[in-house]
């Protein structure tokens, strides 16, 4: 089957709080990580991405960390706010250069109440 | 800039027949990837084209083809529709690839086969 999952399926946090969304791999291989968010009636928005040259990346409220070790990977949104609620996706990328074979996981709900 | 646009955004069809769905990327951008996304398997990479040519593939079975015009508009073809083909079909493009720069995904064109 697919190598990526996530290990919540939902996420509820208050408004103000930090969220983290975790997602496993089991290819080592895969060189290229990406964080979409997808809201209701819309298609993926690309959050950030890290490259498996990398451990962490800082993006606006957004932080990726990449634990090659443990083929673990997680989303950090600081200050969540009711627009952040949403699904969202990890995908690894398998292929190397222009070969591209992105697998995505089921994706985790996060909701954020007032 | 504008933004990834699909084409029709609803579609009704049943059992046996076949259809047509189109992509325009975004301006510049020469890739175009098309995926699958159900509930049940979540989202799933169909094919992507670059200037023209089917570059990778997903496994999907042949019933699902596409092409890719000079303009780099994009169609995706699936002929003998299956109950089962009921999803949402989502075109993502990017400007050189998507395991090299970031791509954008159209709101999607929700299929339903009765």
């Known amino acids: 089957g697919e190598s990526v999952g996530l290990h919540l399926p939902t996420l509820s946090v208050q408004e103000g709080d930090n969220s983290i969304i975790n997602c496993a791999y089991s290819?080592?291989?895969?060189?290229?990580f990406i964080w979409y968010k997808q809201e209701s009636g819309k298609g993926p928005q690309f959050i950030i991405d890290i490259r498996s040259n990398m451990d962490k990346r800082q993006g606006q409220r957004v932080t990726v960390l990449l634990n090659k070790t443990v083929k673990h990977l997680s989303l950090q949104i600081a200050a969540t706010q009711p627009g952040d609620s949403a699904v969202y996706f990890c995908a690894e990328n398998m292929g190397g250069g222009s070969n591209y074979k992105l697998t995505f996981g089921k994706g985790t709900l996060l909701t954020v109440n007032p | 800039k504008a933004g990834v646009t699909q084409t029709p955004r609803y579609l009704i069809k049943t059992r046996g027949q076949q259809v047509t769905l189109s992509c325009s990327p975004i301006s510049g951008h020469r890739s175009v990837s098309w995926y699958q996304q159900t509930p049940g398997q979540g989202l799933q990479f169909l094919f992507e084209y670059f200037s023209e040519t089917q570059r990778n593939k997903g496994n999907f079975p042949g019933r699902f083809s596409g092409r890719q015009f000079s303009n780099s508009r994009s169609e995706m073809n699936v002929s003998t529709l299956e109950l089962g083909d009921s999803a949402l079909y989502l075109c993502?493009?990017?400007?050189?690839?998507?395991?090299?720069?970031?791509?954008?995904f159209g709101p999607g064109t929700r299929l339903t086969v009765l």
């Open positions: 290819n080592s291989a895969s060189d290229y």
């Open positions: 993502a493009s990017s400007f050189s690839g998507p395991s090299t720069d970031t791509q954008y």
